[in-house]
């Protein structure tokens, strides 16, 4: 069997000039195995104190032309044959980390692609109220319809992230296999006859499709982001927010005026828009025929990662997390309508909370770059518990709930981006690490998101009438201390 080798210097650790580590070291493989990353004097380079903070960032690639055989032989992750070098090197120079063509072209497909595959679900809510209830109502108290909510995609991903290949030839199939089932599902949904058929291709194959192309966003990001990392993905977060702000209003229009089957064929081509870029930008950094580098520590066990103390803490924390932030998301219109706001200005307090998440997603991905992510992790879960504590409990009137919006938005909208700092740091650069501790967390605030409604719904039944003068208005206390 042959095949093309390449090799990667890291020139960014070496203050040697660029020729001469390159030089240095293809001549060194002639004589004895060396490890990749290595400076002029051919030793091998320590790993940087936070090698977790990005991935490795060569300038320079060197690529035999010609195809070496291995016969008998298996190069490690960390060095290579040095018979694939007796042939002409070229060297061929790489796009630059944090920076560039490359590495935002990137962001702007995952941007785009994040407005559909995280956007399109919070408009779940608006088609589940018009199958089970209402004039139109095809499926009226369906127990199964409830299922299609956000949350669940979450709960997929989870799931998928440990079975899908890491390979990157795999890479562009699994975005077009993704943009195919996303397509396909709502298709065939806007066909479907029964309730359970609906919440199966609308709800789960969508989020099938979708989940395969953000495990290809993920295990690239790492290769174009290593200082703006905070940054970056606060940008491709506000692209879910965009989606969670005009999907629900579109699909209300749409299905006021055209009905649910009209409703998911018309939004097929708009969402193949939106997903286009990502076949071409959604890509690596590295060649294909580049050898993968692996850090010289030999990486953690996923095992003996994941059992951690701080993941724990932080699986335990980033639940209670989401159970918390989803509240004004899934029951800030009921809270509006119980103080006696009228329909359009419910509809103002749910685009005030999503603007204000959005900025609030952006300017603590940038914040997170520069100061400790774990010290904005904290704050932003403090004041969000604060703001829902405060907002809900002193809001008498429309200017108190819209108060409330705001500021739960903005604290709460770059808690996610810190958690990627947190995955860095315990991945130490290694990929297929950082997928799997990425799918475990999504899995946990996938259920923490779905079951913020059954458990919220269960608690209004059972609490008093609305009673302005109390705090928390009485329906909305923690207790019944101040209960008439």
Not at 1 to 7: R, Y
Not at 368 to 373: A, M, Q, R
Request: glycine share 8%.
């Amino acid at each position: 069997m042959s095949t093309e080798i390449g090799l990667q210097v890291d020139l960014a650790k070496s203050e040697a000039p660029a020729r001469q580590v390159i030089e240095h070291t293809s001549e060194s493989f002639s004589a004895t195995l060396q490890p990749i990353d290595a400076d002029a004097n051919g030793h091998a380079l320590q790993p940087p104190k936070r090698a977790s903070r990005g991935s490795i960032s060569p300038v320079y690639q060197i690529q035999p032309l010609h195809k070496a055989s291995r016969a008998g032989h298996r190069a490690s992750l960390s060095t290579v044959d040095s018979d694939a070098f007796k042939e002409t090197d070229t060297v061929v120079e790489l796009q630059p980390v944090d920076g560039g063509f490359g590495a935002w072209s990137y962001v702007a497909a995952a941007f785009s692609m994040y407005i559909v595959i995280w956007g399109f679900p919070q408009a779940f809510p608006i088609f589940q109220t018009y199958l089970s209830t209402g004039p139109n109502a095809r499926f009226s108290g369906s127990v199964a319809i409830r299922l299609l909510a956000p949350g669940l995609q979450d709960i997929e991903e989870g799931l998928l992230f440990p079975m899908l290949p890491t390979n990157t030839k795999f890479r562009r199939p699994l975005v077009l296999v993704g943009i195919f089932i996303i397509t396909t599902s709502l298709l065939l949904a806007s066909y479907a006859q029964t309730d359970w058929h609906i919440v199966l291709l609308q709800g789960v194959t969508f989020g099938i499709g979708g989940i395969l192309m953000n495990f290809v966003h993920v295990c690239v990001f790492a290769e174009w982001f290593d200082k703006k990392k905070g940054q970056a993905m606060g940008i491709i977060w506000t692209g879910w927010r965009v989606g969670a702000l005009s999907f629900p209003l579109a699909c209300q229009w749409l299905l006021d005026q055209h009905g649910f089957e009209q409703t998911l064929r018309v939004l097929i081509a708009p969402m193949l828009t939106f997903l286009a870029p990502a076949i071409v930008l959604l890509r690596g950094r590295f060649h294909s025929a580049t050898i993968s580098v692996q850090p010289v520590v030999p990486p953690l066990s996923k095992l003996q990662a994941l059992r951690a103390p701080s993941v724990l803490y932080y699986l335990v924390a980033t639940s209670l997390f989401f159970m918390v932030v989803n509240v004004p998301k899934m029951f800030i219109t009921t809270f509006a309508a119980d103080l006696g706001m009228k329909g359009q200005e419910q509809a103002v307090t749910l685009v005030l909370l999503v603007l204000s998440d959005m900025l609030g997603t952006y300017l603590c991905g940038w914040l997170s770059d520069s100061v400790n992510h774990e010290a904005m992790t904290a704050l932003s879960a403090v004041s969000t518990s604060v703001t829902h504590i405060l907002g809900l409990g002193f809001a008498r009137d429309r200017s108190g709930v819209f108060l409330y919006a705001v500021a739960v938005g903005l604290t709460s909208g770059g808690f996610s981006n810190c958690l990627f700092n947190f995955f860095g740091d315990l991945s130490k650069g290694d990929g297929r690490l950082f997928t799997a501790i990425h799918g475990l967390f999504s899995f946990f605030r996938g259920a923490a998101i779905l079951s913020v409604g059954p458990v919220g719904a269960a608690l209004l039944d059972q609490s008093p009438p609305m009673n302005p003068e109390f705090f928390g208005s009485t329906r909305y206390q923690v207790s019944g201390a101040n209960r008439p």
